[in-house]
T-cell receptor, first 116, second 111 residues
């Protein structure tokens, strides 16, 4: 089955630093990837839609200068949390849709970000 | 405004009970509805529904879609502690490149 790899799975950083999270589709090309944020015991909150070769589409209320998304190739999208603050601590998950099959979403394992 | 609403938000049952989780949606140009189970990390795919009235079944889990009334249910029979998770419903419109997630239902099965 399709696999989406997300890295790192866990990161701890100091306030003010930037953190990059990678999302890779391992066995299919993903023209579109999605980035979500999830708070404990809550559903996924879509942050942005990442399109290969073009700018990401951000959801209302998500700061695009804060959460930089780059989708440089058909298999890689990155989310960079810039100048991280403790309130950015959260679980971030990416997903990709393989349109040639069932259309279902394949999720990365998620990245737990803790900002001290 | 497109939206997906799940109910209940949380549920606590005893092992062996049967539960029904609900997902209602208002999405323009519906394409499919998907159910996921999320334990500690990434959500895992359960079902994809595109047609009304056709039940999909996998072991103790089953799901059905009603495109007229715009909702889907996920049934779990003879629940086990391993069924404890957040169950997510997502709807994909025909416009593509967009999945609307519901609020999720947190299910806890106690021995």
């Amino acid at each position: 089955g399709a696999v989406v790899s997300q890295h790192p799975s866990r990161v701890i950083c100091k306030s003010g630093t930037s953190v990059k999270i990678e999302c890779r589709s391992l066995d299919f090309q993903a023209t579109t990837m999605f980035w979500y944020r999830q708070f404990p015991k809550q559903s996924l909150m879509l942050m942005a839609t990442s399109n290969e070769g073009s700018k990401a589409t951000y959801e209302q209320g998500v700061e695009k200068d804060k959460f930089l998304i780059n989708h440089a190739s058909l298999t890689l999208s990155t989310l960079t949390v810039t100048s991280a603050h403790p309130e950015d601590s959260s679980f971030y998950i990416c997903s990709a849709s393989r349109r040639t099959n069932t259309g279902e979403l394949f999720f990365g394992e998620g990245s737990r970000l803790t900002v001290l | 405004e497109d939206k997906v609403v799940q109910s209940p938000l949380s549920l606590v049952v005893h092992e062996g009970d049967t539960v029904t989780l609900n997902c209602s949606y208002e999405v323009t140009n519906f394409r499919s509805l998907l159910w996921y189970k999320q334990e500690k990390k990434a959500p895992t795919f359960l079902f994809m529904l595109t047609s009304s009235g056709i039940e999909k079944k996998s072991g103790r889990l089953s799901s059905i879609l009603d495109k007229k009334e715009l909702f889907s249910i996920l049934n779990i029979t003879a629940t086990q502690t391993g069924d404890s998770a957040i169950y997510l419903c997502a709807v994909e419109p025909n416009t593509g490149n967009q999945f609307y997630f519901g609020t999720g239902t947190s299910l806890t099965v106690i021995p």
